[in-house]
């Protein structure tokens, strides 16, 4: 069937139920689906398939290794696929520029068990990646992350698109990792590596043509986006206490994005913060998310950054609710960083501090519109336009 231009195109794409029907991706199209639900003519998922829509691979794991970074490819996983995570090597999100795209909706999203170590995680090496549509379920206690960002330190030079790294000072290099330093491009990925030691001394090859003498290069997986999925704890004790872990090296999670997504936590075993960041980092957008914690915590319900700092910092329509009765920290947002910049507006927030309820600790100078939280909480009662901290 022909592709439609009416009217000129879709500016916006096109959805059905909140899902797009076509990325904005030009790369190659995997499938992946482990459904014992076969479609007429279809085969049974194996990663020895072809990754068709009617010859699926079994595992998102083996499809990613299959993509080009940089390429723009996108994995469908079909609806009823199960995946158990049950290590910090299960599934790994390498590669670049690969949207993840979960068919079904409810229980019939694809779904990603959370099992047998507290360690149990996804990390994230690559930029430019995407995974929308997506059920995470935790069956285990005391998860301590969904996503974990890895990020590397090493001393490099680049000459045309060849970067030769002599010394490595932490962490693991992988192809799909932004590239970062001062004097490189904005958007330098690995595309490959070929010679030395596999993620560190060696010859690797590079996005962009540059010139760089030889200095300081850090990795890191950039403009990372979550997107519509869910993450829910099973039980009080079968739990996550983190949803995305962030590398520890400065703007090495810079453009991570955090949209349309619901957090259903019931853990009562150790304090939940969805997103925590350890190092400084620039573009975040945080958007159009329920976040309900069932239990008393006195942490922050969405994001928490030490005294770290975010610049140009979205954070809007999220509706988070946590029954904090502590004054120490912010409700939604914890942080002693005074270097933030961006804006936080129309958010809903609601907890249980019976003095002073503070939703985002004091100093960051983001700008504030019509935020909703209780200034003396008090239980069934409704919220007011709150400031950042009474």
């Known amino acids: 069937m022909p592709f439609t231009n009416f009217p000129q195109g879709f500016s916006n794409g096109i959805s059905v139920r909140g899902m797009p029907i076509l990325q904005t991706q030009p790369g190659q199209v995997y499938w992946v689906d482990n459904s014992v639900q076969l479609n007429p003519q279809a085969r049974a998922g194996s990663d020895g398939n072809r990754g ?32 158990s995570i049950s290590s910090a090597t299960t599934l790994l999100l390498t590669s670049s520029d690969v949207a993840i795209l979960g068919m079904g909706s409810g229980a019939s999203r694809p779904t990603f068990l959370f099992t047998t170590a507290a360690t149990a995680n996804i990390p994230v090496t690559g930029s430019g990646l995407s995974i929308q549509n997506c059920l995470f379920l935790a069956n285990f206690a005391d998860i301590t992350s969904v996503f974990t960002g890895v990020s590397a330190s090493v001393t490099a030079s680049i000459a045309s698109t060849t ?12 192809p799909g990792a932004a590239v970062m330093g001062t004097g490189i491009i904005p958007g330098t ?19 962009f043509s540059q010139t760089f003498a030889s200095g300081t290069v850090t990795t890191g997986p950039q403009d990372f986006a979550i997107d519509s999925c869910e993450f829910r704890d099973i039980s009080s004790i079968l739990n996550f206490i983190t949803v995305v872990t962030g590398a520890g090296t400065a703007q ?10 619901v957090i259903s936590s019931l853990g009562t075993t150790a304090a939940t913060t969805a997103i925590k960041m350890s190092a400084a980092q620039d573009r975040f957008k945080i958007t159009d998310n329920v976040s309900v914690h069932a239990v008393l915590n006195n942490t922050a319900a969405m994001l928490a950054t030490g005294a770290n700092s975010v610049t140009n910092f979205y954070f809007a329509r999220n509706t988070i609710t946590r029954l904090n009765t502590a004054t120490t920290s912010g409700l939604a947002i914890s942080t002693s960083g005074t270097a933030w910049s961006g804006q936080c507006t129309d958010n809903r927030i609601y907890g249980l501090n019976n003095t002073a309820q503070i939703w985002i600790d004091t100093g960051t100078k ?12 008090a239980a069934d009662k409704s919220g007011l336009v709150n400031p950042a901290a009474v």
């Not at 010859?55 to 390429?71: E, I, K, V, Y």
């Not at 970067?163 to 992988?174: D, E, N, P, Q």
């Open 52 to 83: 068709t829509y009617l010859d699926p691979f079994a595992t998102l794991n083996f499809a990613l290794t299959q993509t080009m970074p940089g390429r723009g490819d996108i994995v469908v996983v079909g609806a009823g696929h199960l995946e």
């Open 163 to 174: 970067m030769t790294v002599t010394a490595v000072g932490s962490g693991t290099l992988y």
């Open 189 to 207: 990925r690995i595309q490959s590596q070929t010679s030395g030691t596999t993620g560190g001394i060696g010859v690797y090859v590079v996005s």
């Open 252 to 261: 090495a999670m810079a453009g991570f994005t955090f949209t349309n997504c």
């Open 366 to 377: 983001l700008g504030f519109n019509h935020n909703f939280c209780p200034i003396t909480a």
